[in-house]
């Protein structure tokens, strides 16, 4: 008797430990779905798309904006709306931010209008995944379904932003570990680069590669001669480096495979783009064989991209009730 009625309260309680175990994983694993404001934001995505499209008509460029506002999001703390935190310490303040994002202004007017319709319920980080996503869309590339349920994280991360975001003078080693680092691999980078198809790039960020690249005394061997000479003209070292140009230059505003085009003619703009095909290291070869396979296949390049987005939407998002919805995108919420 003793003994059976022990064994029947072992299992009794393994039962409960193995149920508070998987409950405990429900709240925590990440689980995105796209029909998330089904019942609690029906609109949500009329919404979004409505307010691109009038940001888009006003200025082009803001579909690139927008986009990399989402990417450089997802890469610091996951994506938690954490990029849009205002504040001195906050992201928009490391390097890769700093005069350089774009789109806050149109962030706060989508904000608005979803808290017009459902206030409290859509986060800023699935604002930014909806935004990126029409974007690209509206620039006449893939379209995908976004998964939704993120919530907004509760700090910024100044030097998560500049030790985690890549730069355009890294080696493309150390481009790949920075997108291995959030769980991306060799084919998101080269698919993701292709965001670069869209949107514009400062001098200080190429004008290394225009009159003394790595100290040779001479302009980076990889960039295209009349390419070197138009953006010599563009940004002489006596400049203060502000001055923007397109990273497309075959079709600046639509969003296309022509940037893997350009790469094959010498035609990148960022040290990190033209190396996917001109470098000389180990991962070289797959880049490579990418930047070729995307360059002559536009279905390919969009199928990968899309792929790689949906990938980059899924780094550590905040689900459950950890984090909060935030009612301005700039401003944890007054608790
Ligand atoms: C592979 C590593 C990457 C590097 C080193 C890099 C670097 C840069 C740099 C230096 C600029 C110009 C910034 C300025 O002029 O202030 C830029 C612009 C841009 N980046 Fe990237 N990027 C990378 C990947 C990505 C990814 C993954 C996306 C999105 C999926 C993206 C989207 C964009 C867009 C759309 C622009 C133009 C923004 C505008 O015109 O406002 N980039 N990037
Ligand atoms: C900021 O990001 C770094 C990774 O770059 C991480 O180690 C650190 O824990 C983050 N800090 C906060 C407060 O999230
Ligand atoms: C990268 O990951 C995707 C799946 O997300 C996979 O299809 C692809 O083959 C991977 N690429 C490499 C180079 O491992
Ligand atoms: C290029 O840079 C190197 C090292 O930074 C320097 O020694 C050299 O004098 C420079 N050459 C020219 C032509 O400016
Ligand atoms: C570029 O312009 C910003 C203001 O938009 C300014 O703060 C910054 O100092 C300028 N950069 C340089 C190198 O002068
Ligand atoms: C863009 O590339 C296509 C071929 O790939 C070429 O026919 C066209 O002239 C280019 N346009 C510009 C503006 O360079
Ligand atoms: C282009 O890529 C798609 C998707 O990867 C593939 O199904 C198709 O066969 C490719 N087309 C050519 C002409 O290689």
Redesign the pocket.
């Known amino acids: 008797m003793e003994i059976s009625s022990c064994r029947l309260k072992g299992r009794f309680s393994l039962l409960m430990i193995m149920i508070i175990f998987f409950m405990m994983c429900g709240s925590t694993r990440s689980q995105l779905t796209v029909d998330f404001y089904k019942t609690s934001c029906p609109n949500v995505l009329k919404i979004v798309r409505r307010e691109v499209m009038i940001a888009i008509k006003n200025e082009m460029r803001m579909a690139a904006s927008l986009l990399r506002l989402h990417f450089h999001d997802c890469f610091v703390n996951g994506c938690d709306g954490s990029v849009l935190l205002d504040g001195s310490d906050g992201e928009k303040f490391a390097l890769p931010n700093i005069n350089s994002l774009r789109g806050l202004e149109v962030v706060d007017r989508i904000k608005a209008a979803l808290e017009n319709s459902c206030p409290g319920v859509v986060s800023c980080a699935d604002l930014l995944t909806i935004a990126a996503r029409d974007s690209v869309l509206l620039s006449g590339g893939p379209s995908w379904k976004v998964l939704l349920g993120r919530r907004d994280g509760l700090v910024a991360n100044k030097t998560g932003a500049d030790q985690g975001l890549p730069s355009p003078f890294e080696s493309l080693d150390d481009i790949i570990n920075k997108f291995v680092a959030v769980g991306l691999n060799i084919t998101d980078v080269v698919a993701l680069s292709g965001a670069h198809t869209i949107g514009l790039a400062r001098c200080a960020l190429f004008n290394n590669r225009l009159f003394n690249f790595s100290g040779t005394g001479s302009p980076d061997p990889t960039m295209e001669s009349s390419m070197v000479s138009d953006l010599q003209a563009l940004c002489p070292l006596t400049d203060d480096g502000n001055k923007t140009t397109v990273l497309d230059r075959n079709s600046t505003d639509l969003f296309d495979n022509h940037y893997y085009k350009n790469l094959l003619n010498q035609k990148g703009l960022l040290g990190s783009d033209q190396i996917l095909f001109s470098g000389d290291e180990a991962q070289t070869t797959a880049t490579k064989d990418l930047v070729q396979a995307y360059s ?2 536009t ?2 390049f969009f ?1 990968d991209f899309v792929k790689a987005m949906i990938k980059m939407g899924n780094i550590s998002p905040i689900t459950g009730s950890a984090g909060q919805i935030r009612n301005n995108c700039r401003i944890l919420n007054s608790s």
């Open positions: 002559s296949n279905t390919h199928a």
